[in-house]
């Protein structure tokens, strides 16, 4: 029951501090945002704050890694088309902070968590020896797909949702594909 306690206090702060992220982002910008100000924006103190987060970095990663999943799972046989269609439509539904992410400086670390999570499929994968490091095609793969989303986000140029997850989907394959030796692509 304690235990249950305190991982509900536990989630109630980790919501609190990303929802003091966001705004803050929106309002400042990443560059600017220090942690002292996310852990005041959400009533928590700079302590509370590092037992949950290292770093602003690390809030931010933990902001992206579930939706992010869901663009790392295309390059296996788990992606779902479904999936990447309600994402699509979250980054458009909440486009003012997809921008603010998708660009400098945040946007390389975003690429970097989801090569991070491209890396962690590619190599259950069971397709063979790897021609070339995985973690060079996970960059790859992570690249195509921010600019995709960017490009979707920002509407230009006008892609229909379903062909832009459509083409998220099969640029992950093909790009996954060429790190097994006995690929035909």
């Known amino acids: 029951m304690v235990d249950q306690m305190l991982d509900r206090r536990s989630q ?3 919501a609190a501090l990303h929802s003091a992220f966001v705004e803050l982002l929106l309002e400042q910008g990443y560059a600017t ?3 002292g100000t996310v852990a005041d924006r959400a009533n928590v103190g700079r302590s509370t ?4 987060y290292r770093t602003k970095h690390d809030l931010l990663r933990a902001s992206i890694v579930g939706p992010f999943s869901i663009l790392a799972d295309l390059v296996g046989p788990t992606g779902s088309s479904d999936a990447v269609t309600t994402l699509l439509r979250h980054f458009r539904d909440h486009q003012q902070v997809a921008r603010v ?3 400098w400086p945040t946007r390389p670390l975003l690429c970097q968590t989801l090569a991070n999570l491209i890396v962690e499929r590619l190599r259950r994968s069971p397709d063979g020896v790897a021609r070339i490091p995985l973690e060079l ?3 790859q793969v992570a690249h195509a797909q921010l600019s995709l989303v960017e490009s979707w986000v920002h509407g230009r ?3 229909d949702l379903d062909v832009a997850a459509d083409a998220l ?4 394959v093909a790009l996954a594909g060429v790190h097994n030796e006995n690929s035909t692509i």
Do not use: D, G, N, Q
Not at 169 to 172: D, E, I, L, S
């Open 49 to 52: 704050f590092y037992e949950h």
């Open 12 to 14: 109630r702060t980790c």
């Open 33 to 35: 945002l220090k942690v």
């Open 157 to 159: 140029p006008r892609l």
């Open 137 to 139: 095609i996970a960059a």
């Open 169 to 172: 989907r099969r640029t992950a």
């Open 101 to 103: 992410l998708l660009s």
